[in-house]
């Protein structure tokens, strides 16, 4: 019966309904009762709508979780909620200046939408990026409410600080957005513009000219930090750089053009705009001639990779003079391979402490303290006022070089060398299931860990319990645990119906996880990626093939894997609920969520790369209709559903229908007959 009765506006009509639901009921299925009640002339997509708990602060209203149940947020009878659009326009300013409105979920966090927007332009390491709103745009609601900065004054550090500030253009100028807040938290609304720029500079060394699109986003940084001197150069360096940057906006050297050429302005840092200094950048750019615009790009990034601070993040600070009691300004740089001291006059690198040995920092009320334990006598202590900027730069380092670590750890390298490895062929040269056997002793495994309490008389004294085996766990294998000596079921069936509760709960949260993934991901269907002009160039016209190619063999892996776990739930549940084996048919639910977030990411890929066809909106459609049919096929796969056999097995035949058209859209419906 239902025992929650919650106020639902609707801020498309203006109406407010009072509605019943279940407490245990998950967001999504209310979402889904919500929208067949409520009469909404929007044509916007069931999976753009979601339940937001809204505050008088709209800094603090919150969107409710699709997999997450109602009553996870203390939701009571006459409790106002809002049926609203997430779907929201986000004006993104690219670092080559060009504008792109992309349609983001308002209810995500930051580094979800960095991740969103980073796919749709092409760029893979997403978490290397992040957005900035910029000082001239926000500078008087900065001032008011600051991003990504401390809620207090500034520690009043004089003109000299402010010219230093200004000369070397620190990251204190900068409003990075905080990767785990949403854009409500953080007071940005639809007319806000956001930079999407490189903050950790951690893979840039294994770019090259097979991805053009990072290419020319390293290319406009590197380009823009070295005009604003925020790395030194030699003059040298700097005539050879000026040199590059003609050759890709002018192309080769034409000697009758040489007036049309030099704006020294543009070209040089300030320090060397000086007169004669033409001829030294038109002698350089003339020994360029026949370097392709792609390539120009490249030599640019690779010379700015030998600089000594290429891929530093500074911060004005004062530091205390050795054997004073005296602070002087100085710049904190930070790579992902050290901490740097850098002199603010020259930029000259005065000590460096690597990155592997710090052991902590601290970031007090304007100061920042770092701990290099045994590699240093003492704590290094600085007065800033960006000591939660520093923190969330380091920690940002780190956990990149964490995720990579976990990576590059094969799985294979974790276990026992003479473990036995099943494989088992899904598809003919499509792609191949590796599992380890499941009375492998001593293999970790995922899966859930949920399990059902136990139930004891309230009567029997506290420590009335003892060490013993669960009943009906003979076949099993031996389990350990803990049960009330006055409660022990007289036979195994109990034991075992209880057993087989838990694992049902544990299915239906999995399940209820995955139809929560499967909306998520719905509006990442909804348009191609924004990709560039790649060009007609052989090369462009290279790579473009290359990633079709590579976008159509990972599609048709993933719905390899993906049907085969489909079927996987229908035969897995067919049987007695008693003897089902619920830790498999999770299984094959986690591989089911794991591809299709793996298509959302490669589908609107490979539709922006076909868009000069008539297949991309087809194939993001029939993805649509594929998103759709797992979502039915998971419900009908819940454990008081699968009482009804038939809405199951048809649910897995609009499965299946809808991975075929899938396959046909894309090119791949064929599989290899040997």
Not at 182 to 201: P, V, Y
Request: net charge negative; hydrophobic share 35%.
């Amino acid at each position: 019966m239902p025992n929650l009765s919650l106020k639902v506006n609707i801020p498309s009509t203006g109406a407010v309904k009072t509605m019943q639901f279940e407490s245990n009921m998950i967001v999504y299925d209310a979402c889904k009762m919500i929208r067949d009640r409520v009469q909404d002339s929007s044509s916007s997509s069931a999976e753009d709508f979601g339940m937001f708990l809204p505050d008088e602060d709209p800094k603090k209203g919150v969107w409710l979780e699709p997999g997450q149940t109602l009553e996870y947020y203390l939701l009571k009878t006459g409790d106002l909620v809002e049926y609203r659009e997430k779907i929201r326009p986000l004006c993104v300013k690219m670092m080559d200046g060009a504008l792109k409105t992309v349609m983001v979920d308002d209810s995500q966090m930051v580094e979800d939408l960095v991740k969103t927007i980073c796919d749709r332009i092409g760029v893979p390491n997403f978490e290397e990026y992040s957005l900035l709103h910029e000082e001239d745009e926000a500078d008087e609601e900065a001032k008011k409410n600051p991003v990504d900065k401390e809620e207090e004054p500034k520690v009043s550090d004089g003109k000299r600080m402010e010219q230093i500030r200004k000369k070397w253009h620190t990251d204190d100028e900068q409003h990075w957005l905080n990767q785990d807040k949403s854009l409500r938290e953080q007071g940005i609304d639809e007319t806000a513009m956001l930079t999407l720029r490189k903050k950790f500079f951690f893979s840039d060394e294994n770019e090259d000219r097979n991805d053009p699109v990072q290419l020319n986003l390293l290319y406009i940084q590197a380009r823009d930090a070295i005009l604003q001197g925020n790395h030194p150069v030699s003059p040298e360096e700097a005539y050879q750089f000026a040199a590059l940057q003609a050759q890709v906006q002018y192309s080769n050297y034409d000697s009758s053009r040489t007036r049309a050429y030099v704006d020294i302005k543009e070209f040089l840092p300030d320090e060397y705009q000086k007169k004669g200094v033409e001829k030294r950048i038109l002698s350089e750019y003339s020994k360029l001639t026949g370097l392709t615009e792609l390539n120009a790009k490249f030599r640019y990034i690779q010379r700015s990779r030998s600089l000594k601070t290429h891929g530093a993040s500074f911060f004005l600070v004062k530091e205390k003079m050795k054997g004073k009691n005296k602070l002087v300004p100085r710049l904190l740089g930070i790579t992902k391979k050290s901490v740097m001291s850098v002199d603010e006059k020259t930029k000259e690198v005065l000590k460096t402490w690597p990155l592997t040995t710090v052991r902590r920092w601290a970031a007090p009320r304007h100061s920042f303290t770092l701990d290099f334990g045994d590699y240093s006598e003492s704590y290094y202590s600085v007065q800033t006022t960006e000591g939660e900027a520093i923190s969330r730069l380091l920690a940002g380092y780190v956990d990149i070089i964490l995720s990579r670590k976990r990576q590059l750890e094969s799985p294979l390298m974790q276990v026992d060398n003479e473990a036995t490895v099943h494989e088992d062929e899904v598809a003919p040269g499509r792609a191949c299931a590796v599992h380890y056997p499941e009375d492998g002793a001593g293999l970790g495994s995922e899966g859930g860990v949920a399990m059902a309490g136990v139930m004891c008389n309230a009567q029997l004294p506290p420590n009335s319990m003892q060490l013993g085996v669960f009943p009906g766990s003979e076949n099993q294998g031996m389990m350990a645990g803990t049960m009330a000596s006055g409660n022990q079921p007289p036979s195994g069936q109990m034991g075992s119906t209880t057993s087989t509760l838990a694992a049902q709960q544990v299915l239906k949260g999995n399940i209820n996880s995955t139809r929560g993934v499967i909306a998520n991901i719905m509006p990442g269907l909804q348009n191609p990626l924004d990709l560039p002009p790649i060009g007609n160039d052989p090369g462009s016209v290279s790579w473009k093939q290359n990633q079709i190619d590579l976008q159509r063999q990972n599609v048709s892996s993933q719905m390899t894997a993906f049907t085969a776990a489909a079927v996987q739930v229908v035969t897995l549940s067919s049987g007695d609920p008693a003897e089902t084996n619920y830790a498999a048919v999770g299984s094959a639910v986690n591989t089911i969520s794991s591809n299709m977030s793996e298509l959302a990411k490669g589908l609107p890929m490979l539709a922006a790369l076909l868009s000069d066809t008539n297949d991309a909106d087809k194939i993001l459609e029939a993805a649509r209709h594929l998103a759709n049919a797992a979502s039915d096929l998971l419900n009908c796969a819940l454990p008081e559903n699968l009482g009804e056999r038939n809405k199951l097995l048809e649910a897995l035949g609009r499965t299946g229908v809808a991975s075929g058209n899938l396959l046909a859209m894309t090119g791949e419906e064929q599989v290899d007959k040997r």
